[in-house]
């Protein structure tokens, strides 16, 4: 897909401009949501945005650059944006990204996305590989970034729940690309072997009943001291690890597809659909059901 044709494919005959997903305030927010998106050709040196003035409500923003150049003033760097490379932010925060004087226009596409558990993925990604990153035009993350846009402006976004399913599909998609082995760790360079083949172990049997003893052997030390070395370096015990991958499978599965509560369970690892439920609850706030249902 070239840059043609990727203009084409997102104008089609429809005018410039963001067209916002905007569901009404009393619907529930669901854990991971597509709040807006839109393709915009920018040309006039008064557009300017700056993330500590755009209220206190969190929520991420993916802006890929077509053609023409931006600019990003984030922290204490200066990044410029040329196609290709997208800026990956969160409001609130420090940040300023405008058209700059020697461009003479910015034209690109964005998506605006919040939701709890997408915000925590989100941050944890931005901290790790920082706000830009170059992107091929036939990346998976790009061409649904594309479908998701078409698909709204065709009218196939009418519900909060689709929204969802949309949001974590690309939160996936961006992390599987961006940081494949950050997605639910530190994404710390630095961490020992061990905690990596650990890491990798966990996400590939996320499915399976393994708990931590089964990790401790994988680390080729005793389960005391593995439990303390991981804690160290992921801020939690690997007990609440394993729990925070099958949910996240699970939000992915419940959002996806048409599965049974007790199918869920098994395919995350979980015996018993009881405590499934009971641990979903207390991890997402909500039932599995309720999940599913928008509530």
Known sequence: MNEKDLASELLSGQPHGGNSIVF???????????????????????????????????????QYTISGKGALLYEE?????????????HVPHDHLY??????????FL?????????????????RSNGPTYHFKRDS????LAVEIL??????????????????????????DEVAPDAAFGSGNDER????????????ANAGNPIGVEDLAKVAGIGRFHFSRLFSKWYDMPPSVFLREIRVE???RLLQTERLTIKEVAERCGFSDASYFCKVFRKTMGVSPEAFRKGE
């Open 150 to 175: 078409l698909a709204h402006r065709n009218g196939g976004i009418q519900t909060p729940r689709k929204a969802s399913a949309l949001g974590y599909e690309f939160i996936m998609s961006l992390l």
């Open 24 to 62: 009404p305030k009393r619907k529930p927010l669901l854990h991971a949501m597509l709040a807006g998106c839109g393709f915009n050709v920018e040309n006039d040196l008064s557009y300017r945005w700056h993330g500590l003035e755009r209220g206190s409500a969190e929520f991420a923003i993916w």
């Open 140 to 143: 998976h993350t790009v061409r």
């Open 249 to 251: 499978k699970a939000v």
């Open 110 to 126: 964005y998506l605006n996305l919040h939701g709890r558990d997408l915000t925590r993925l989100w941050l944890e990604m931005e």
């Open 192 to 203: 020992p072997p061990f905690i990596r083949k650990v890491v990798q172990y966990a996400l």
């Open 77 to 89: 760097g200066t990044f410029e944006l040329a196609p290709g490379d997208a800026m990956m932010i």
């Open 98 to 107: 405008f058209l700059p004087d020697d461009s003479d226009h910015w034209e």
